[in-house]
T-cell receptor
Framework: QKEVEQNSGPLSVPEGAIASLNCTYS??????FFWYRQYSGKSPELIMS????GDKEDGRFTAQLNKASQYVSLLIRDSQPSDSATYLC??????????FGTGTSLTVIP | EAGVAQSPRYKIIEKRQSVAFWCNPI?????LYWYQQILGQGPKLLIQ????????DSQLPKDRFSAERLKGVDSTLKIQPAKLEDSAVYLC???????????????FGPGTRLTVT
């Protein structure tokens, strides 16, 4: 079982819609969770971090964490074509090890 | 504030040759990370430094890969000898201090794309 699992997609949404990206993790003791965006041929860029159960909002982005279900998600409201990228979920495990998922490819259709 | 610097940006070598990558983290960042990202996959952590000490190298193939951060600032990752499966992007990242709350936010450099033929 992989430490962090994501649906590889591709996920396609129309411009202006809400994009929902999901991630599950295997280590129940994990405490820190991150979402990164990676454009093709570029390096990952930090979007959000979340440490507590519930929602955390930053502009058009909302991260949601449910530790009981070992589940973290990212919602992108009012999706724009510039949001088209691969979104990487990352988790710090109880051993202080950093794991990335394989990423979900998102395409926003104008 | 200057970001994470890496060089070279691209490297092509033949198998069994050696190669080295250099990284200079954001000024003041105590924690430095090296990742390997194979096409279509997420980054895989190879080694993590806190200042000049190694805190995690559990996924580093130590028979061929080595890394150092002698003065606690810039770092070098070496592969010797290279194999075809080492073709990947090698990413360096830094964070303020992994031991501090919020200090784990990582900022990535542009990466080095390695092709082994």
């Amino acid at each position: 079982q992989k430490e962090v699992e994501q649906n590889s997609g591709p996920l396609s949404v129309p411009e202006g819609a809400i994009a929902s990206l999901n991630c599950t993790y295997s280590d129940r003791g994990s405490q820190s969770f991150f979402w990164y965006r990676q454009y093709s041929g570029k390096s990952p860029e930090l979007i959000m971090s979340i440490y507590s159960n519930g929602d955390k909002e930053d502009g058009r982005f909302t991260a949601q964490l449910n530790k009981a279900s070992q589940y973290v998600s990212l919602l992108i409201r009012d999706s724009q074509p510039s949001d088209s990228a691969t979104y990487l979920c990352a988790v710090i495990s109880t051993g202080n090890q950093f794991y990335f998922g394989t990423g979900t490819s998102l395409t926003v259709i104008p | 504030e200057a970001g994470v610097a890496q060089s070279p940006r691209y490297k092509i070598i033949e198998k069994r040759q050696s190669v080295a990558f250099w990284c200079n983290p954001i000024s003041g960042h105590a924690t430095l990370y090296w990742y390997q990202q194979i096409l279509g996959q997420g980054p895989k952590l190879l080694i993590q430094f806190q200042n000049n000490g190694v805190v995690d190298d559990s996924q580093l193939p130590k028979d061929r890969f080595s890394a150092e951060r002698l003065k606690g600032v810039d770092s070098t990752l070496k592969i010797q000898p290279a194999k075809l499966e080492d073709s990947a992007v090698y990413l360096c990242a830094s964070s303020l201090d992994r031991a501090l709350a919020g200090g784990q936010l990582q900022y990535f450099g542009p990466g080095t794309r390695l092709t082994v033929t």
